[in-house]
């Protein structure tokens, strides 16, 4: 099993299903270290020194140790109850979503929702968008006006690996760019 594949496992048990093999995470979203890799060793090669390299080499940084690295958790999208300790900070004036063409139709009726998970996830800049977009076939780009919606009373929290956070986006803080 490639890294990649390893990293897409170990996504799903951090953010969504600790259960499949055996473990639970605390209230804030850590897991043991050493029940993780020995849940994930009874199905696949994984050992600390794999488990350190992807935590090192995700492109997205989706993981943090704790200080001792005897705990370990996903930085967001948990779709399960957790509080990853994010502090409420102020957002730039614009922050951007991207999604696929298949959701516009919800997005322009409802806003942004966080749907399965416990936040919507908001990119600080237009490539970012793009990309995370592109997952979904053809990108379409949302301008949120994050810094209005502040000001309106909505939170906002900065993940650990840069993904800005808030619970909802309502249709009137968003503006679609049509390219």
């Known amino acids: 099993m490639s890294l990649k594949e390893t990293s897409k496992y170990m996504s799903l048990i951090l953010r969504h299903k600790p259960e499949v093999i055996g473990i639970s995470l605390d209230g804030h979203g850590w897991a043991n270290v050493d029940e993780l ?22 492109e997205k940084q989706r993981y ?21 300790e994010l502090e409420e900070t102020e957002p730039p004036e ?3 979503h991207g999604t696929g063409e298949k959701f516009v139709a919800a997005i322009d ?22 990309k995370v977009g592109s997952r979904h076939g053809r990108p379409v780009l949302y ?3 994050s810094g209005q919606m502040y000001r ?5 929290y900065l993940s650990k690996n840069g993904v800005w956070l808030t ?13």
């Not at 849940?39 to 080499?57: P, Q, S, W």
């Not at 140790?65 to 999208?77: H, L, P, V, Y």
């Not at 942004?112 to 490539?127: A, F, G, N, Q, T």
């Open 94 to 96: 614009e922050l951007w």
């Open 143 to 145: 301008i949120v006006s």
């Open 167 to 179: 619970k909802e986006v309502p249709v009137k803080y968003l503006k679609k760019i049509d390219e």
């Open 109 to 130: 009726e409802q806003g942004l929702i966080p749907k399965s998970r416990l936040y919507v996830h908001l990119s600080k800049d237009e490539e970012t968008a793009k």
């Open 37 to 58: 890799i020995a849940g994930i060793a009874k199905t696949k090669k994984f050992n600390m020194d794999i488990l350190e390299e992807i935590v090192r080499t995700d």
């Open 152 to 156: 309106d009373g909505y939170k906002f």
């Open 64 to 84: 943090s140790f704790n200080e001792d690295k005897t705990k370990i958790r996903a930085n967001q999208g948990h779709s399960i109850q957790v509080d990853v």
